[in-house]
């Protein structure tokens, strides 16, 4: 981000900002409109809510998953008191963290991993354990060979929970089929003892996906509704700014994390939710997550095209088209270190591109970090300088390679 100041030109394929275009100006001001023009509906969005957050956005939440996953509101299903609002989902994580770990506890995380999240496993003293991936997300062998090496050094105990990014992972774009979150939950339920195992599922870019079929969440897996913990923001298809996340968590850790909660900020600015309440509650929503989708798919296929026409011809440069989200993974050939430390980034920034170092996204223990990958995100640039970022990437893989 410091480059990015430093260097205004710089064609900036590194963060996972929203497209500035398709912010959602109109459906705001309408939803602001509808809550300012009745006196009482105004001074109630503008008092404080609950910690838990405002009850019918969380039922409305509940509603939209529900569906998505097919399932009815039955007695199988979780109940809106499951439903905590937070400050986006990385607050929410935070607070999953803060009640579910002591220092030195372990979470096993897809390697690579959203390297936000690791950081707040760094910040609180926390381990985070790499396993490796492939086209449809974490395997499930190295998972259960990770669980018991873990065992072998005595860390059983300190084992937590289990981290993924089931939709359009953040860094590598993968989106896990059906069949491997059920293996993987699986696993996680069988080696949960007298001290469970809990399975965080990420799932801030489920709406953002472009094509393939409807994935049904890891939590409609779990069956008795205590593994899954589900994570989920309107940052990305709605608006990074509002600020509105979500957690759908078992029954048994919402008095912890809403204590943890209360002491922070006695509930999430509430005015941001009665927003939210009137754009889900009416077409705005639907209407906008429509037009992002087109937009940003438009973003996916340039980047996509271009790495064809300019990376495809480098040898050892391979990437896995997304089927949604933001983010494309770029592996470069071995010898080439992706880092701050390394000569690629500096030859990239003389050539006009700034990308996200893969260093930063793996986790330091279990399968290692590799330092020849990088993050390139499509969400913020117009097409045409998506094309030009690439092509001068191209041109700066190429001089480090010489």
């Not at 500035?20 to 008092?47: G, N």
């Not at 009850?55 to 569906?67: F, G, K, N, S």
């Not at 072998?152 to 979150?181: C, E, F, H, W």
Request: charged share 20%; hydrophobic share 40%; aromatic share 6%.
């Amino acid at each position: 981000m410091a480059q990015a100041l430093a260097n205004p030109d710089l064609i900036s394929l590194a963060a996972g900002f929203v497209d500035q275009q398709t912010l959602p100006v109109e459906p705001v001001r309408t939803a602001i409109e509808t809550i300012l023009k009745d006196e009482v509906t105004a001074c109630q969005a503008l008092q404080y809510g609950t910690t838990a957050g405002d009850e019918p956005l969380r039922q409305a939440i509940l509603a939209m998953t529900l569906e998505a996953d097919g399932i009815a509101a039955d007695s199988r299903a979780p109940t809106v008191d499951q439903v905590v609002l937070t400050a986006g989902s990385n607050q929410l994580l935070h607070l999953v963290a803060e009640t579910l770990l002591d220092p030195g506890d372990i979470v096993i995380c897809a390697s690579p991993s959203y390297f936000v999240f690791l950081g707040i496993l760094g910040y609180l003293g926390a381990r985070a354990v790499g396993v490796d991936v492939d086209a449809e997300g974490m395997l499930p062998g190295r998972l259960e060979q990770t669980l018991e090496q873990l065992e072998r050094q005595g860390d059983r105990d300190r084992i937590k929970a289990v981290y993924l990014v089931p939709y359009s992972d953040n860094p590598a774009g993968i989106t896990m089929s059906a069949k491997r979150g059920e293996e993987i939950l699986e696993i996680v339920c069988r080696w949960s003892g007298d001290q469970r195992i809990h399975l965080i599922a990420d799932e801030a870019y489920r709406s953002l996906q472009y094509e393939g079929e409807n994935v049904p969440s890891i939590r409609s897996l779990d069956h008795d509704g205590q593994t899954v913990i589900v994570a989920g923001t309107f940052s990305k298809s709605f608006s990074p700014g509002m600020r509105v996340g979500w957690g759908i968590l078992p029954a048994e850790l919402v008095d912890s994390l809403l204590d943890q909660k209360g002491n922070i900020d006695f509930g999430s600015p509430f005015f941001n939710q009665r927003v939210m309440r009137e754009v889900v509650s009416s077409a705005l929503y639907g209407d906008h997550i429509e037009k992002i989708r087109a937009a940003y798919q438009e973003k996916r296929d340039t980047l996509l095209a271009a790495a064809s026409d300019h990376l495809a011809m480098i040898k050892g440069v391979k990437w896995q088209p997304p089927t949604g989200g933001l983010y494309v993974w770029l592996e470069l050939p071995g010898e080439v270190n992706t880092g701050p430390g390394g000569t690629l980034m500096a030859a990239a920034i003389n050539a006009g591109v700034l990308y996200v170092p893969g260093e930063y996204c793996f986790p330091s223990e279990g399968e290692g970090v590799r330092y020849n990958y990088i993050r390139l995100s499509y969400g913020v640039q117009s097409v045409e300088r998506i094309e030009q970022g690439i092509e001068a990437l191209a041109r700066a893989i190429q001089k480090t390679l010489v």
